[in-house]
C-alpha cells in the first residue's frame, strides 16, 4: 500500500553563507520500506537516527531531495495538488505532543471536527453524531466532546489525537512517539486500543518509537534505524531473538529487564 523507493533526504546546516561551504547532514539515505494494508511497520531507532524526518515525508510535512514515495500505486510526489490533497486525508498522524493536534482554548469536540470541517460536508448534527461515535470508538464517554484539553489526563488526550487521527478513516496512520509520554499501563491500554481499531477501520500504521518493547509488542514488520539508514527489516518472529545487525543487538542490550530479580549482577551480560 505504502512504498518507499530509494528515498534521500539531507539537511544543511548553519544556513547563510559560508566561506567553506555549507555542512550537510544524510537523514534518510537509501532508505527502502514497504507498509502492507492492515499491517503496522515498526521503526526504531536511536534519538537522531532519522524516524521522524521519515514520518514527516510519508505524510508530506518534508520533501525528498531524491527517491519515490507510493501510496496506493500513484507517486505522491509526481501528484498534482488537488490530487495530491485527497491522497493526503487518507494519510494521518498521531504525536507525542497531543497539545499540538488539541487547541487548548477550543472544546475536544472543535479539534475533533475540524478535519470533518475540512473534507466532509456534513450538517451540523451529523458532525456531531460523528463525532460523539469517534469518542465511543477510542474508550471515552460521548459526553466528554464538551470539555477541554486541560480536563483530560495524558492518556485520555492521546485518545482524542486517535479520534482526531481516524476522523476521516484514514487508510495509514504514521503514529511518532504516540505513547513514549505514558506510564506503562497507559501505554500498554493505547496500543491494545490501536491494536483494536486497526483490525476495526483496516488501518495500517507506522509505528516510530525509540522504545524497542512498544514497537516489538504492535508491529507486524521492524526496521531497525541508524544514521538515516535502515539498517535491518524483520517480518514476523521475535525481534528480540532475530536481530542480526550490531546497531540492532546494541538497541536490544539496552532494555532492562522487566522483572528487577532477573537484572544482571555486575560483570554479567543478560541473556535476552
Ligand atoms: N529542519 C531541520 N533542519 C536541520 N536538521 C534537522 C531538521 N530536522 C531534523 N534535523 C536533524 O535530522 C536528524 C534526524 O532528526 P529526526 O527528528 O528525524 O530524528 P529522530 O530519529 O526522530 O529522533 P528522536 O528519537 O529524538 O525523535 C537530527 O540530527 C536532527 O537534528
Ligand atoms: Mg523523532
Redesign the pocket.
Known sequence: MLELKNVHKS?T?GGGLSLFGKET?K?ADQICLTIEQGRCHGLV??????????GKMILGLEQPDRGEIWFEGKNMLTLSGRERKRMRRKIQTVFQDCYSSLNPRWPVYESVREPLNNFERLSAGEEKKTVRELFAAVGLQPEDITKYPHQFSGGQLQRISIARAIALKPKLIVLD?AVSSLDMLIQHQILQLLDELKTQYQLSYLF?S?DLMAVRSISDQLSV?HQGRIVETLDGGDPLSSMKHPVSKQLVASILPSQPRNRSKPGLTEAV
Not at 45 to 54: A, F, P, V, Y
Request: no cysteine; proline share 0%.
Open positions: 539537511y546546516l547532514v537523514v531507532g536511536e534519538s537522531g537516527s532519522g524516524k521522524s524526518t521519515l512517539e516510530i525509540h534505524m
